[in-house]
T-cell receptor, first 116, second 114 residues
Framework: GAVVSQHPSWVICKSGTSVKIECRSL??????MFWYRQFPKQSLMLMAT?????????EQGVEKDKFLINHASLTLSTLTVTSAHPEDSSFYIC????????????FGPGTRLTVT | AQKVTQAQTEISVVEKEDVTLDCVYE???????LFWYKQPPSGELVFLIR??????QNEISGRYSWNFQKSTSSFNFTITASQVVDSAVYFC???????????FGQGTTLQVKP
């Protein structure tokens, strides 16, 4: 199977600090990774699309300077929440595709961010 | 517009009852994929099924079955003889144009009582 991991699984940080979340494809090369955000008791919303070696594409309304995405290799994408505020507290989930097979998505287990 | 609607916010049933979760989607793309995911309290999404727009065959997997009808743009999910372990939030999702970007419905919280 295709396994995607996320690290950390949960993190608590103070307002104004930055936090980095990693998304790794463990047994395949991910040509594309997607980042989603889920607020409590709400649905998942796509934040951005991350392609290896190129700039991420952000969805409308997502601040690219606040949510920095880097896809440095075919197995790793990172999401950095800069100058985090309590309203950034959310569940962040990544997904990955391999070989541009967009019909098949592999989701990570998610990272729960709490900003105090 | 591309959209997924799960009109049922919460459903509560007693164990062994059958339950159907509704999903209606909107897209102008002729190629698209539909998914159902289960999200238990841990938060991790559990993949249940994928269907492409050219395959309207219904599918059965154990106690789970899915009814895909393009004429009504619906992709409903039925659990037969529900069990307490089925309690979770269920999401229907659309991959329009096979872009990989999933559009999720609002989710249906299913509570199965013993």
């Amino acid at each position: 199977g295709a396994v995607v991991s996320q690290h950390p699984s949960w993190v608590i940080c103070k307002s104004g600090t930055s936090v980095k979340i990693e998304c790794r494809s463990l047994d395949f090369q991910a040509t594309t990774m997607f980042w989603y955000r889920q607020f409590p008791k709400q649905s998942l919303m796509l934040m951005a699309t991350s392609n290896e070696g190129s700039k991420a594409t952000y969805e409308q309304g997502v601040e690219k300077d606040k949510f920095l995405i880097n896809h440095a290799s075919l197995t790793l994408s990172t999401l950095t929440v800069t100058s985090a505020h309590p309203e950034d507290s959310s569940f962040y989930i990544c997904s990955a595709n391999r070989d541009y097979q967009y019909y098949e998505q592999y989701f990570g287990p998610g990272t729960r961010l709490t900003v105090t | 517009a591309q959209k997924v609607t799960q009109a049922q916010t919460e459903i509560s049933v007693v164990e062994k009852e059958d339950v159907t979760l509704d999903c209606v989607y909107e897209t102008r793309d002729t190629t698209y994929y539909l998914f159902w995911y289960k999200q238990p309290p841990s938060g991790e999404l559990v993949f249940l099924i994928r269907r492409n727009s050219f395959d309207e065959q219904n599918e059965i997997s154990g106690r789970y079955s899915w009814n895909f009808q393009k004429s009504t743009s619906s992709f409903n999910f039925t659990i037969t003889a529900s069990q307490v372990v089925d309690s979770a939030v269920y999401f229907c999702a659309l991959n329009p144009g096979n872009t990989g970007k999933l559009i999720f419905g609002q989710g249906t919280t299913l509570q199965v009582k013993p």
